[in-house]
């Protein structure tokens, strides 16, 4: 069984001679079909193929050297499993480099969709943060860690983190900003729902926040803070980028980002500026942590993948194709993602 990604390729008339030679010289491609004027809009033909997914993005690149992406389409789907001799041969032998390769436009579009400041952004920003209130009030881990799966953090995080490896400013102040107003807003709203439930005597007058030992790790940073902090967030960044969705979730579960963040509301209304610091550097250690490692991860990912593309520069499957061997003229097509300028 082969890990492969389908391509449907839109591609232009006076483009699709150049396509096809390209994509059957490739030896990581396979299952190459070609459906002449089979689109309309816009107008071209069809290519479909499957390729490897340590090459994909490497193909794709080649694809938007030749305009495809301006002129046509393409289209990515992953398959996680394909019963062919021929997707065996295309995936070739593989190399523990190759271990779950990025597809960097899958990536770029998985981060481009979760970063979105969006009203159902801050809706679970702020009923995680009320969930990890309760949880406080009355000591319950239980209710720290639903807090942790539903906050959607670290989508942002890992939007600034791409955002900075593929020198896409935009993206970054996107990420940024919904990280700004998202945990003021759940800290804020966690305060006030501290007031009111005191108000009404739902709370007792005092918290000893001391005392809770099975929650009051979430405002005592130390060095396993970090710690914890740096694993997860290299164990995130691994996970996204090869959609690893069950060890996400673990990492969700891993850092006490919503929780701190709450604590700092519930303290507040009690009046503990002590918890309230506390939690303040417990929130600041784990989004540093996270962002560091995924930063640091994400860029060795990508130093892996430069080197397979300067390599396959030198491929006689981009002569075929009527491309210049040894160097890109992508730098017209995007800038952004010119190999050279990284």
């Known amino acids: 069984m082969a890990a492969v990604i389908h391509l449907r ?3 232009p008339n006076h483009q699709a001679e150049n396509a096809l030679e390209l994509l059957d010289s490739t030896q990581s491609v396979c299952n190459l079909i070609y459906l002449q004027g089979a689109a309309r809009r816009p107008e071209g033909d069809v290519i479909l193929c499957d390729v490897s997914r340590r090459d994909a993005s490497v193909v794709i690149a080649d694809l938007r050297e030749l305009d495809i992406d301006e002129e046509g389409s393409i289209a990515m789907e992953e398959i996680d499993s394909e019963i062919s001799r021929a997707g065996a041969e295309a995936e070739g032998k593989k190399r ?11 990536l770029d579009s998985r981060t481009h969709e979760s970063v979105e400041l969006s009203a159902s952004f801050l809706l679970f920003m702020v009923l995680a943060m009320l969930i990890a209130s309760v949880g406080i009030y009355f ?18 995080i890992s939007g600034a983190c ?39 005597g739902q709370l ?8 809770h030992t099975l929650t009051r790790f979430i405002a005592q940073p130390d060095m396993f803070s970090l710690y914890i902090a740096v694993i997860a967030g290299v164990v995130g960044m691994i996970s996204l980028t090869a959609s690893k ?6 990492v969700l579960i891993s850092v006490t980002t919503i929780p701190a963040a709450a604590n700092m509301g519930v303290a507040a209304a009690y009046g503990d500026w002590v918890t309230v610091r506390g939690a303040a550097i417990q929130l600041g250690v784990n989004l540093a942590g996270i962002f560091a490692a995924g930063l640091l991860t994400l860029y060795v990912q990508r130093l892996i993948y430069v080197r397979r593309r300067h390599a396959h520069l030198h491929d006689e499957s981009r002569k075929i194709a009527g491309l210049p061997v040894g160097s890109s003229r992508r730098r017209r097509v995007d800038p952004a993602e010119e190999v050279d300028a990284f």
């Open 9 to 11: 390729i839109v591609v």
């Open 96 to 106: 523990l480099g190759d271990i779950d390769p990025v597809v960097w436009e899958e």
């Open 139 to 156: 000591n319950q881990p239980i209710l720290i860690v639903a807090a942790m799966v539903v906050g959607p953090e670290f989508g942002p």
């Open 162 to 200: 791409v955002a900075i490896v593929s020198r896409e400013p935009e993206l970054a102040k996107r990420s940024l900003l919904a990280l700004a107003i998202g945990f003021p807003l759940g800290t804020f709203v966690a305060f006030l729902a501290t007031v009111f439930f005191d108000t009404i």
């Open 204 to 211: 007792p007058d005092t918290i000893n926040f001391e005392t």
């Open 245 to 250: 969705s069950s060890a996400l979730v673990g």
